[in-house]
Each structure stands twice: as C-alpha cells, then as structure tokens.
C-alpha cells in the first residue's frame, strides 16, 4: 500500500512539474505574434513580386499581340492560346498529355500484384487475379494522391 501511495505522489510531482511556467506562456504566446507579423511582411512581399510578374507577362503578351496583329499570325507559343477581351488578355494552358500518375499507379501495381499473387498462391490464375486486382486499387489510390498534389486533378467539393 505504501508502494502505491509513493508511486501515486511521484506520478502527481512530475505531472505538476511538467507544466508551463508563466513566463514560458508569455514567451510562446510572444513568439507566435512575431511569427504571425512575418507572415502578413512575407505574404505583402509576395504579392507585390506576383503583381510585378502578372505585369511583366501582360507586357509580353501586349508585345505577342501587336506582333501578330502586324504579321496575321493566329497561332502562338506552344502549349498556351492566347485570346483578348475587353478586359484585357487571358491564357489558357493547354491540358497536359500523357499518362497521369493515377493511370501509371495503377498499371504498376496491377502488374506487381499479379506477380506477388503468383507467388504467394498456389493456383497461378486465381493468386494472379486477386493480386492483380488488389494492386490496381493501391496503385491508384497512390496515383491519385499524386495527381492531387500535383495540381493535375482538383478535390470535389
């Protein structure tokens, strides 16, 4: 019983003496705020360097009109259709070719997991099926995962 007791004082005095002091809630809440200034000075800074490049690219795409207004050209850099409005000039990129992660996610797997199943089980046909199934779906969940990062596929909302 003393045992118990003993342990129960000593679990309550490390306890007690792991809290936060004063003076260490003031420190953090203090750099926190300075944290949070430099990032309102970072994000002004980098508005105004997209501004600059937002300006630098309507400038070039001023240049690239007044160019093919002079030779009737209608086609342009490759890869971006450059169209004009009253508002001014929009691109558009050009969807990206090829195959996404997602689709090479799930080509990979399926194909290591036909081969893992062929392995493992012994009827060929049956291991090679589960196995391959079983890949493609991690497979592309990993692929898909990619494409999110990558911009390529945007979340539902």
């Known amino acids: 019983m003393k045992n118990?007791?003993?342990m129960i004082a000593i679990g309550a005095t490390v306890l007690v003496s792991c809290g936060?002091?004063?003076k260490q809630v003031a420190l953090e809440k203090e750099?926190?705020?300075?944290?949070y200034k430099d990032s309102i000075k970072l994000d002004s800074f980098k508005r105004a360097e997209i501004d600059a490049e937002k300006r630098r690219v309507e400038e070039r795409h001023h240049a690239e009109l007044a160019a093919a207004r002079r030779s009737n050209a209608t086609s342009y850099s490759a890869g971006?259709?450059?169209t004009t409005s009253s508002a001014g000039v929009t691109t558009t990129q050009a969807k990206k070719k090829g195959w996404s992660d997602a689709a090479k996610g799930t080509a990979i797997g399926a194909g290591v997991g036909a081969l893992g199943g062929i392995l493992i089980d012994k009827n060929n046909a049956r291991?090679?099926?589960i196995g391959g199934l079983a890949g493609a779906g991690a497979g592309y969940a990993i692929g898909r995962a990619e494409d999110r990062k990558?911009?390529?596929v945007q979340k539902k909302q």
């Open 127 to 129: 291991g090679a099926i």
């Open 20 to 22: 936060k002091s004063d």
């Open 4 to 6: 118990i007791l003993a």
């Open 80 to 82: 971006s259709t450059v």
């Open 31 to 35: 750099q926190a705020i300075a944290k």
């Open 150 to 152: 990558s911009g390529r």
